[in-house]
């Protein structure tokens, strides 16, 4: 993944209450396992955060979004396609729940940036929840609407029903593992971690 121009700064945000989120979804309660698919920027990185949660049994980077089929990474960076960078996570409902998950997604993001996350710029870098049953979807919702009245701003971040899932091809795939030095490099010059600090504070990159 090359780095993307226009790297910014903004203001910090306050910290304030925690998010409040509905319990296990009726679906998790029934199913041995689950699926979620959230855009959060670059994969790579997304796929970092998820991995550690206990419950989730395996992250995969692809796309999600567009009207392309099976597209490639070049083509979705490139922006013609409607893509954006998504992990679809398979997960354990009995041992962590979509609530849950939500949670580590916003830590894990900045929600205010427009089409684009830290280092990253373009629609395909854009921050997405794709939700696979109205439940998910009121859960999303609500987690949404408790961040704004939190930060007392609009959040960027999309809620959308999903579609598909095209993997990405194998060598994106537990790139911070199988890479790590490169990996290091890319998430360090991004200003990914500095970013979630501001708004996130302590809470950044896990859980409250």
């Given at each position: 993944?090359?780095?993307?121009?226009?790297?910014?700064?903004?203001?910090?945000?306050?910290?304030?209450?925690?998010?409040?989120?509905?319990?296990?979804?009726?679906?998790?309660?029934?199913?041995?396992?689950?699926?979620?698919?959230?855009?959060?920027?670059?994969?790579?990185?997304?796929?970092?955060?998820?991995?550690?949660?206990?419950?989730?049994?395996?992250?995969?980077?692809?796309?999600?979004?567009?009207?392309?089929?099976?597209?490639?990474?070049?083509?979705?960076?490139?922006?013609?396609?409607?893509?954006?960078?998504?992990?679809?996570?398979?997960?354990?409902?009995?041992?962590?729940?979509?609530?849950?998950?939500?949670?580590?997604?916003?830590?894990?993001?900045?929600?205010?940036?427009?089409?684009?996350?830290?280092?990253?710029?373009?629609?395909?870098?854009?921050?997405?929840?794709?939700?696979?049953?109205?439940?998910?979807?009121?859960?999303?919702?609500?987690?949404?609407?408790?961040?704004?009245?939190?930060?007392?701003?609009?959040?960027?971040?999309?809620?959308?029903?999903?579609?598909?899932?095209?993997?990405?091809?194998?060598?994106?795939?537990?790139?911070?593992q199988e890479n790590p030095v490169r990996y290091r490099f890319y998430k360090s010059?991004?200003?990914?971690?500095?970013?979630?600090?501001e708004i996130w504070g302590d809470e950044a990159g896990g859980l409250s």
């Amino acid at each position: 993944m090359t780095l993307s121009p226009g790297r910014f700064l903004i203001r910090a945000l306050p910290v304030a209450i925690a998010l409040s989120i509905p319990a296990m979804t009726m679906a998790e309660e029934e199913a041995d396992s689950a699926r979620a698919v959230f855009a959060g920027g670059c994969f790579w990185c997304v796929e970092e955060a998820f991995d550690p949660v206990e419950g989730v049994l395996s992250t995969t980077s692809g796309f999600s979004g567009g009207h392309v089929e099976d597209p490639t990474y070049n083509q979705v960076v490139a922006g013609d396609t409607g893509h954006t960078e998504v992990v679809e996570i398979e997960y354990d409902p009995s041992v962590v729940d979509y609530a849950t998950l939500l949670e580590v997604f916003w830590r894990n993001i900045d929600p205010f940036a427009v089409d684009r996350q830290f280092c990253d710029a373009g629609d395909s870098y854009r921050s997405e929840i794709f939700v696979l049953d109205d439940e998910q979807r009121s859960l999303a919702e609500a987690s949404l609407d408790s961040l704004e009245e939190r930060f007392d701003q609009e959040i960027a971040t999309e809620i959308t029903d999903f579609e598909a899932f095209y993997p990405a091809e194998e060598y994106h795939q537990n790139y911070y593992q199988e890479n790590p030095v490169r990996y290091r490099f890319y998430k360090s010059a991004c200003g990914r971690v500095e970013r979630l600090e501001e708004i996130w504070g302590d809470e950044a990159g896990g859980l409250s």
